[in-house]
């Protein structure tokens, strides 16, 4: 049987934090004093570092909001830019009309006409909008978008053989590709919708 120990007699080991470091019984005055220093200094760079994010979130949003600005006014100028150079031709357009109601010299207002389409591609190209080449050309699926089908043993197969709607590009990117019709080999039936 184990002996008995009285209750009063027996001792509970001292519990020490370990924590890698010895620490006095009692910290002295000076100590404290310096990690009370040592918080406060803690304190005022979280704050700091507070104050440089809230400024740089801020300064981030306004970036934003400042380039999406000038985005819509780059759009808004580049538009009114394009209209600037259309307007002359609207203007020979409606002179074109005008002449055509005083005149019956088809020549002359056929001469407007085209005078006024040349000066239009003229301000398209300018602005780096070009014709999509087509007829005669293999069909390209990247700028061409076929339409129709026309038997013939004229053009081999696969080739452009008339341009139902021009297509376009714009600073070397498709605006909109060319409607076409495509050659296929003769069978007897007739011109076929895509």
Same mark, same amino acid.
């Given at each position: 049987?184990?002996?008995?120990?009285?209750?009063?007699?027996?001792?509970?080991?001292?519990?020490?934090?370990?924590?890698?470091?010895?620490?006095?019984?009692?910290?002295?005055?000076?100590?404290?004093e310096?990690?009370?220093?040592?918080?406060?200094?803690?304190?005022?760079?979280?704050?700091?570092?507070?104050?440089?994010?809230?400024?740089?979130?801020?300064?981030?949003?306004?970036?934003?909001?400042?380039?999406? !600005?000038?985005? $819509?006014?780059? #759009?808004?100028?580049? +538009?009114?830019?394009?209209? &600037?150079?259309?307007?002359? *031709? @609207?203007?020979n357009?409606?002179?074109?009309?005008?002449?055509?109601?005083?005149?019956?010299?088809?020549?002359?207002?056929?001469?407007?006409?085209?005078?006024?389409?040349?000066?239009?591609?003229?301000?398209?190209?300018?602005?780096?909008?070009?014709?999509?080449?087509?007829?005669?050309?293999?069909?390209?699926?990247?700028?061409?978008?076929?339409?129709?089908?026309?038997?013939?043993? !004229?053009?081999? $197969?696969?080739? #452009?053989?008339?341009? +139902?709607?021009?297509?376009? &590009?714009m600073?070397?990117? *498709? @605006?909109?590709?060319s409607?076409?019709?495509?050659?296929?080999?003769?069978?007897?039936?007739?011109?076929?919708?895509?």
């Amino acid at each position: 049987m184990p002996d008995r120990v009285d209750a009063d007699t027996q001792q509970e080991p001292a519990v020490q934090p370990d924590n890698g470091r010895d620490l006095p019984a009692e910290p002295d005055a000076s100590a404290v004093e310096r990690l009370e220093e040592e918080m406060e200094s803690l304190r005022v760079q979280v704050a700091q570092v507070n104050d440089r994010y809230l400024r740089t979130m801020a300064d981030y949003e306004n970036y934003r909001r400042r380039m999406r !600005q000038d985005k $819509e006014d780059a #759009v808004h100028y580049g +538009i009114g830019s394009l209209m &600037l150079d259309v307007l002359p *031709v @609207l203007d020979n357009l409606g002179r074109a009309l005008q002449a055509a109601g005083d005149t019956q010299d088809l020549a002359t207002l056929l001469q407007g006409v085209e005078l006024t389409y040349s000066q239009f591609e003229q301000v398209l190209a300018q602005r780096g909008v070009v014709p999509v080449t087509a007829v005669g050309l293999p069909f390209d699926p990247n700028v061409h978008e076929a339409v129709m089908r026309v038997p013939t043993d !004229q053009e081999p $197969e696969g080739t #452009v053989v008339a341009e +139902i709607e021009k297509g376009y &590009l714009m600073s070397g990117k *498709v @605006l909109r590709p060319s409607r076409v019709a495509v050659a296929v080999p003769p069978d007897g039936s007739q011109a076929e919708v895509a």
